[in-house]
């Protein structure tokens, strides 16, 4: 497969162009058969191993394809207070847990209406809210940092960084966690990946069970947090399996996994528009309707560069991608660049930019600096059916700065 480029689910027949020709631009359009695919995919793992599989809202909260992946996960992650809210509303029901670095004393007990697991990551958290948590029949569980770098490249996403404050490190536990603050504990939590494959998770399992070895033996449930690549063409999907299957079995715990990405990957595109071609000097750069900074952030933030359909990174040998554009937005952020690539013939303005993987970190992460529209979402559904979700306009925008 090349990854340079993106690959429509089950839309053969179809040209993407024709398919979106009549939406505004710009639009996020979430492929409904992708989504299915990839619950289909996470629900084999947890069938096969007893996991339980949560959605990490963070990545992806467009409710109203909760239905659709509800018969395939086992709820939902939160990150505070309204994404609980939410997947309590939102996922039929299903097991609501949520992490956050520090809660709030005065949304505790909102929260715990929402919550079924309460992760505190740090043992003053525990001491302070922990009781609460647990007279309220939660499930208690302490984040841990197993000081294993796994990832290299980006700092920003690396829990395990040096000086990281998230999750407890094994001296911090050896100072603070008394053994009233130990029996409180019904599981540990560790989140340390993105985007990466089972040997990383192999690697950091092992430098858990090398912390806190003598912990897991009193724990009910082991939760692995998110960034497992699952539904990724290349993902070692039966090294995961067996991983999974071997934790249960040493540790005699319940096993959890709240990807985000894997949940949605390829779910969703960009649809947007050429609004002008300008040069400066070898550099031919397409000004889009769609901007980095405000509808796609972690291509400055991470940074990543998305795949676009029918364009190419690089220049392929055979010279079919020969022309050179540098795609960016239209604020006037100079940074608000997308990246260079290659399309088999000369753009022009209101040709069509169709950029994949828009389905996570993007609808939640959106902004309007500069003014920018947010764009509208679209599902598209089985035989190409696309409905609009919702729209946005100038409201939006306006009533986030004032009285209204
Ligand atoms: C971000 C996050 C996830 C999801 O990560 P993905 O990379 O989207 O899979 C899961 N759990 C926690 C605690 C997180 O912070």
């Known amino acids: 497969m090349n990854m340079n480029k993106i690959v429509f689910s089950g839309l053969e027949e179809y040209s993407p162009?024709?398919?979106?020709?009549?939406?505004?631009?710009p639009s996020y359009v979430i492929d409904e058969t992708q989504l299915e695919c990839n619950g289909f995919c996470l629900l084999a793992v947890a069938e096969r191993t007893g996991c339980k599989v949560l959605l990490a809202q963070k990545a992806f909260s467009n409710y109203n394809f909760y239905p659709l992946l509800e018969p395939y996960l086992a709820g939902t992650e939160a990150s505070g207070l309204y994404e609980a809210r939410l997947g309590k509303e939102e996922m039929g029901g299903k097991e609501v847990h949520v992490f956050c670095a520090a809660y709030r004393e005065d949304e505790f007990d909102e929260l715990l209406e929402y919550a079924d697991h309460i992760v505190f990551n740090s043992p003053g958290q525990l001491k302070k809210l922990g009781e609460r948590a647990k007279a309220q029949g939660k499930s208690i569980g302490l984040r841990v940092n197993p000081e294993c770098s796994t990832q290299d490249g980006h700092d920003i996403y690396d829990p395990c960084a040096p000086g990281s404050r998230l999750g407890t490190t094994r001296e911090q536990w050896n100072q603070e966690m008394t053994e009233d603050l130990i029996?409180?504990?019904?599981?540990?939590?560790f989140h340390t990946l993105c985007e990466q494959n089972a040997d990383?998770?192999?690697?950091?399992?092992?430098?858990?069970?090398?912390?806190?070895?003598?912990i897991l033996p009193r724990m009910k449930w082991v939760n692995l947090g998110g960034g497992?690549?699952?539904?990724?063409?290349?993902?070692?999907?039966?090294?995961?399996?067996?991983l999974l299957l071997s934790i249960k079995k040493k540790w005699d715990v319940q096993v959890y996994l709240e990807p985000g990405e894997a949940v949605a990957l390829n779910a969703g595109y960009l649809v947007s528009r050429v609004?002008?071609?300008?040069k400066n000097g070898e550099t031919q750069i397409a000004i889009l309707d769609a901007s980095a900074a405000c509808h796609m952030p972690d291509v400055l933030e991470?940074?990543?560069?998305?795949?676009?359909?029918?364009?190419?990174?690089?220049?392929?040998?055979?010279?079919?991608?020969?022309?050179?554009y540098r795609l960016a937005g239209p604020t006037c952020l100079a940074g608000d660049v997308i990246g260079d690539?290659?399309?088999?013939?000369?753009?022009?303005?209101?040709?069509?930019?169709?950029?994949?993987?828009?389905?996570?970190?993007?609808?939640?992460?959106?902004?309007?600096f500069n003014g920018m529209p947010l764009p509208d979402i679209w599902s598209l559904g089985m035989q190409g059916r696309l409905e609009q979700v919702t729209a946005f306009g100038y409201q939006d925008f306006k009533t986030r700065l004032g009285r209204k």
């Open 302 to 324: 991470m940074p990543y560069q998305p795949p676009i359909y029918n364009a190419a990174k690089q220049p392929d040998e055979g010279g079919q991608y020969q022309h050179r």
């Open 200 to 214: 990383a998770l192999e690697v950091t399992m092992r430098a858990v069970e090398d912390k806190f070895g003598d």
């Open 228 to 242: 497992h690549h699952i539904t990724r063409h290349d993902y070692e999907r039966s090294r995961l399996e067996e």
């Open 183 to 189: 029996s409180l504990l019904d599981g540990i939590h």
């Open 275 to 278: 609004l002008d071609i300008v």
């Open 341 to 368: 690539y290659y399309f088999p013939k000369e753009l022009k303005a209101g040709d069509m930019v169709i950029f994949g993987d828009m389905a996570i970190y993007t609808t939640c992460k959106n902004n309007t």
């Open 17 to 25: 162009e024709d398919l979106f020709r009549r939406l505004p631009s």
